[in-house]
């Protein structure tokens, strides 16, 4: 269980993250929407302990993870916003460099770049050069730098910009398989796509998290619906008191 | 493998990728080797091994190759994003950047591996004589000197790297602190203070390199090292972190990091402070020199018989206490195992042992010196004129010498080299050497009716450029006549000073033949050549250095007398086929009167051969030659010069070897390394 309890989060002043808190469950993919500016980027820095929270604490597995910064990054998978790769490597270079930089075994490495590429999708690329892959190639690479090791949570920051809608929907599938390991948190603004797969939405607005829309086995449209309501300020029934959002309805 | 090893590898492979590392490379081992041959140009004949000037050529550049090879190990991953990644990894930030400045650190170490490969490797076949003696072992010293400063640079330019979010001001910020500060600010000292350059002495950072290079190992510059590099990688490590503390819940994190950013600043300053004033010197023998001591010292204090104290009149305090009293304990250990003098050691510290303090001022003495006493006799040696070996072993045979006064009269008013003149044209530093040895110097003028005085123990003629007049010449014939004694310095083949005199004594001066003859520049001339003559035999193995030299050869006065007046000369160095320094002495043929004074005449082909700027600019054994014709000219051949060491740095350079050692060493190799490192770089880059 991966839980984020009162995270507050101030930049030059300005309040960006204002008292978040959610639930995500292990299998769960849950997706945090929002205008721009509207803090998802933050949140989901605050979250791979990119940045330090004025105030909150998140929870694995019923311990408080920021504590101990070293061994959450252990369980932690995170794709940042801006791809950057090392242009001199080739993927299969650069996903055993990854897999050494976390600590992995050698002898594990292999087990677990296979496993990657499979469900990426990217086995055919792993004696391409980095320098050579596409937008939509270098994501997936990045996102198996981010399973490699299985972790508990996955953090996927933007994980559809700049992607055509081939890839998108692929994109679905490789969250959804990587979903059975991990706790997934995605942000992005491609809600049709988003809505095909992700469990759960919330609405970041203004630092606070607005609405917490179920999408499980609702229909697509009335998910967009309600997101429209959600992210134009139209309250929706069924929203959170206060600021919060569990992860009860993925329970469902 | 560990974070940090993997880190190592990443920053290494990286800068194999890149063209700007194999250029920053080459250029290293260009520019320093460059260094090395004027180095050694300078070093030639001097007793500086050929380790501690690789030593000084490489160390100016490793600032440099250190801010290019760390600008971008950090900087470059926050301008790309991939910080990012870095920090969401499970590594500590210290482990990532100790990656990195071991990545940067063993790059700075196989570029000086290949600059030291690449010497040893030319001097072996260009100038063996130059690395005679000295094993691969007689650098490790100079190695371990460049590593201690490569470990410091590297740590400042990873720093600066995490500091600053572009490579190029990275870089710009580094070699402001390495090369910008350090030696802006010690020029502006220089600049400041003028009359404290001889007290400053070399720049501390050059000093150092030079002097571990030479197997003096000091605690304090070690330890110092040392801490700063880990101030530095701690300042690194620190920047790093700070990349997550943005927000206002980092702001305590922040001020945590600053206050053990303070801390750790004065921690790393009370270590260094207290490692220097907890100094201890390690004396490491390297390379063929093996003994602290000349010959010349050895035998001064073989001959020197009897009891004598050194007292060390300094403060315990003062930086150079621990030099000096560890040179007065190398003194007397080597005088012991030579059974000669024995020296009892005292120490006075002005400031506490202020009864034995004022008797000593009251005597004479200075504050920071050094006393020798010899039965009732002193020798006050002021550290501030300057301290070593060669002041002490002079003192010492001033001391042990019968008290008396020996004059040499420097001959002024035909334009003669000054004796007084304390520039670069002058000759005031062997005139003080003259002086220390127990010679006293006073100046004649022969233009006028003024006699030669009969205290006179010797003329010197140094580089006259008018013509003496007959009258003159008469006089300082007649002198000659009654065992008088001649030292003639002269550029002039054919008139100008005593020209016209020589002749009738045996000695005639020519143009010099430069055929087979090995020259730095072009207008001097290297001597090695020396001849079975008391004055130059005991520099064999040194080198004299002469200017545009005028050659000497037997006059037709020298083939004939006999008996007492026959003219014997005796070449004292040999310049290929010319003899550029001889000796003519009259008076001791066979039947001579041994009550008869001997007539002694000595005359070098150069002018300018001991003038202070010639000494001072390269390392000869210029001095030595000189003094070895003041003693043996004033008859006091027990206080002849021995010369430089026999471990003096000899190359065998001529112009055209040495043009041919640096173009292999600065052109070549250089080259061939950048070539096989873009080849490298571009064959990965293909591949991506």
């Known amino acids: 269980m991966f839980e984020v309890r009162n995270i507050a989060f101030t930049y030059r002043s300005e309040p960006v993250l204002r008292d978040v808190s959610f639930v995500v469950s292990p299998g769960e993919a849950v997706c945090v929407v929002g205008a721009n500016g509207a803090g998802k980027t933050t949140l989901l820095k605050v979250l791979a302990t990119l940045a330090v929270p004025d105030s909150g604490i998140v929870i694995v597995d019923g311990q408080n993870a920021l504590a101990r910064p070293i061994k959450y990054r252990r369980q932690l998978g995170y794709l940042p916003e801006r791809i950057a790769l090392y242009e001199d490597m080739t993927v299969k270079e650069y996903l055993h460099y990854r897999a050494l930089l976390k600590g992995e075994m050698s002898k594990r490495i292999r087990r677990r770049i296979d496993e990657a590429c499979e469900i990426c999708r990217i086995g055919s690329l792993l004696r391409s050069p980095i320098g050579t892959l596409s937008a939509g190639q270098a994501k997936r690479v990045a996102f198996a730098d981010a399973i490699l090791l299985r972790p508990r949570v996955l953090l996927l920051d933007d994980l559809l910009a700049g992607l055509d809608s081939e890839m998108r929907a692929d994109m679905g599938e490789i969250v959804s398989e990587a979903a059975a390991f991990s706790a997934v948190v995605v942000t992005g603004h491609e809600l049709d796509d988003l809505a095909k797969w992700a469990n759960r939405f919330l609405v970041l607005k203004d630092g606070v998290i607005s609405a917490s829309i179920d999408a499980v086995g609702a229909a697509a449209e009335s998910v967009r619906t309600k997101l429209d309501a959600a992210l134009k300020g139209v309250p929706e029934k069924g929203a959170p008191e206060k600021n919060e959002a569990d992860g009860k309805g993925a329970a469902k | 493998m560990s974070p940090m090893r993997v880190t190592v590898s990443r920053t290494l492979g990286r800068m194999r990728s890149l063209y700007s590392s194999a250029l920053a490379i080459a250029a290293f081992l260009s520019a320093s080797a460059v260094a090395f041959s004027f180095g050694l140009e300078a070093a030639e004949g001097g007793s500086l091994s050929v380790a501690a000037v690789w030593a000084a050529a490489v160390s100016p550049f490793l600032p440099a190759l250190a801010a290019f090879l760390a600008m971008d190990v950090w900087s470059d991953e926050k301008q790309s994003g991939r910080i990012e990644l870095l920090l969401s990894a499970p590594v500590l930030e210290r482990d990532l950047t100790l990656g990195k400045y071991l990545g940067v650190f063993v790059a700075i170490a196989a570029s000086t591996l290949l600059s030291f490969a690449v010497t040893v490797a030319a001097l072996r076949f260009a100038a063996p004589s130059a690395l005679a003696g000295v094993g691969p072992l007689g650098f490790c010293p100079a190695f371990i000197a460049l590593m201690l400063q490569g470990a410091l640079w590297s740590a400042v330019s990873v720093a600066m790297s995490a500091m600053f979010r572009h490579a190029a001001t990275a870089a710009c910020a580094s070699l402001l602190l390495l090369v910008g500060i350090p030696r802006g600010g010690w020029a502006a000292l220089l600049a400041w203070a003028p009359q404290g350059r001889p007290q400053f002495g070399e720049m501390p950072l050059d000093a150092q390199v030079v002097d571990m290079a030479s197997g003096l190992f000091s605690s304090g510059t070690i330890v110092s090292y040392l801490v700063l590099s880990a101030f530095f990688l701690f300042v690194a490590s620190k920047f790093v972190a700070m990349l997550r503390f943005g927000g206002r819940g980092g702001r305590s994190w922040r001020m945590s990091t600053g206050v053990a950013l303070v801390l750790a600043f004065l921690l790393s300053g009370l270590c260094v402070e207290l490692s220097h004033r907890t100094d201890v010197k390690l004396d490491v023998p390297v390379g063929n020199t093996g003994k602290p001591f000349s010959a010349r010292t050895r035998s001064i204090l073989v001959e020197a018989q009897g ?160 013509d003496f007049s007959r009258a003159e010449t008469g006089r300082i014939d007649s002198y000659l006549k009654a065992g008088g004694r001649l030292l003639v310095l002269t550029s002039a083949a054919e008139s100008g000073g005593v020209s016209s005199l020589l002749p009738s004594w045996g000695l005639r001066a020519s143009a010099f033949q430069a055929t087979g003859t090995r020259t730095v520049t072009g207008s001097d001339v290297i001597v090695g050549d020396f001849s079975e003559h008391a004055i130059s035999k005991p520099l064999d193995g040194s080198r004299i250095l002469l200017e545009r030299p005028v050659a000497f050869m037997p006059s037709a006065a020298a083939e004939a007398g006999s008996g007492a007046d026959r003219v014997e000369f005796s070449p004292l160095a040999r310049a290929g086929t010319s003899v550029v320094a001889a000796a003519v002495e009259r008076g001791v043929g066979t039947g001579a009167d041994l009550s008869i004074r001997p007539t002694r005449i000595v005359a070098i082909g150069d002018a300018s051969f001991a003038m202070n700027g010639q000494l001072m600019a390269r390392a000869s054994a210029n001095r030595d030659f000189f003094l070895n014709c003041v003693a043996y000219l004033s008859g006091t051949d027990a206080s002849v010069a021995s010369g430089a060491d026999s471990g003096a740095l000899v190359t065998g350079f001529d112009r055209a070897g040495r043009l041919k050692f640096l173009l292999y060493t600065a052109g070549a190799v250089p080259l061939a390394v950048a070539l096989v490192m873009l080849l490298v770089a571009l064959r990965r880059r293909r591949r991506t």
């Open chain 2, 307 to 466: 009891d004598m104290t050194a007292t060390c009149f300094l403060s315990r305090r003062d930086a150079r206490f621990r030099e000096v009293s560890r040179f007065l304990r190398a003194l007397q250990a080597e005088s012991a195992s030579l059974g000669g003098l024995k020296i009892d050691i005292s120490y006075i510290d002005p400031r506490w042992d202020i009864g034995r303090a004022e008797e000593l001022i009251r005597l004479g003495a200075s504050e920071d010196s050094i006393v020798f006493v010899k039965g009732r006799r002193r020798a006050f040696l002021p550290l501030s004129d300057g301290f070593g070996e060669r002041v002490c072993a002079s003192a010492i045979l001033r001391l042990t010498m019968p008290p008396q006064r020996r004059n040499v009269y420097w001959s002024i008013g035909h334009g003669e080299i000054s004796a007084t003149d304390y520039g670069s044209w002058g000759m005031s530093d062997i005139a003080r050497d003259l002086s220390r040895e127990g010679y006293r110097n006073a100046t004649i003028d022969l233009s006028g009716d003024a006699s030669i005085p009969s205290d006179c123990a010797l003329i010197v003629v140094a580089g006259a450029k008018d």
